[in-house]
């Protein structure tokens, strides 16, 4: 297979060769062929002059180098993608086990369900995570059974903002959620400010 390669290689020379001025020296007593004119005796050789064994006088180094990959390629090849770290099989078992308990408020529940959908997506190559991004992830899942709502909600946004920032599909679907939740909010706020407005919600004293 080497020597096939060698050979494509030194017929490519020879071609490209042909295409230019080519000089048959004698060094020593031994004839050799070159671009370049010869330093002793020597005489130009008429393109149709040129046959196939003038490969002899090609240096085997010279072949070699021309079939050997370029260091500077190798060398600037991009590297891989870097490692996904994900929950392993026993944690998310024992965050599916926290997210159907009925002692969790419905936020929190589906808090914990997200974390284990995200981390089952983790698993199969979505986004790209880091032990200290699951060490956030765990924090607020502990926090959800806490019991001030301020650090359960602050819990919830640390985590979504790893999340948004590891993988841009889901802080997408984060990003849509919370609008949907916020129109929600302001529908029902506007629905209590006409109740509050029609007097015939008004008790009579």
Known sequence: MK????????????????AQQV???????????SDKPCPGSGQPVAERSLQPNM???????VARAAIAPPAAVAASA????????????????GMETRANSTTLG????QFL????????????GQGRYTDADWAIS????????HTGDRDRRDARLR???????????????????????????????????????NPASTPTP
């Open 106 to 109: 419905d936020r929190e529940r």
């Open 159 to 197: 985590a979504e903002a790893m999340h948004s920032a590891a993988d841009p599909d889901e802080g997408d679907r984060i990003a849509r959620r919370r609008i949907a939740e916020d129109r929600l909010r302001e529908r029902q706020a506007g629905r209590s400010l006409l109740r509050g407005q």
């Open 23 to 33: 000089w048959k020296c004698e060094v020593n007593g031994q004839v050799r062929f």
């Open 78 to 93: 991009p590297a891989g993608p870097p490692g996904n770290v994900c929950p392993g099989d026993s944690e998310i078992r």
């Open 113 to 124: 369900q997200d974390e284990v959908r995200r981390a089952w997506q983790c698993r199969k």
């Open 55 to 61: 490969a002899e006088g090609l240096k085997p180094e």
């Open 3 to 18: 020597q096939t390669g060698l050979g494509l290689v030194l017929a490519m020379l020879l071609s490209s060769a042909a």
């Open 138 to 145: 765990r924090d607020a899942q502990a926090r959800q059974t």
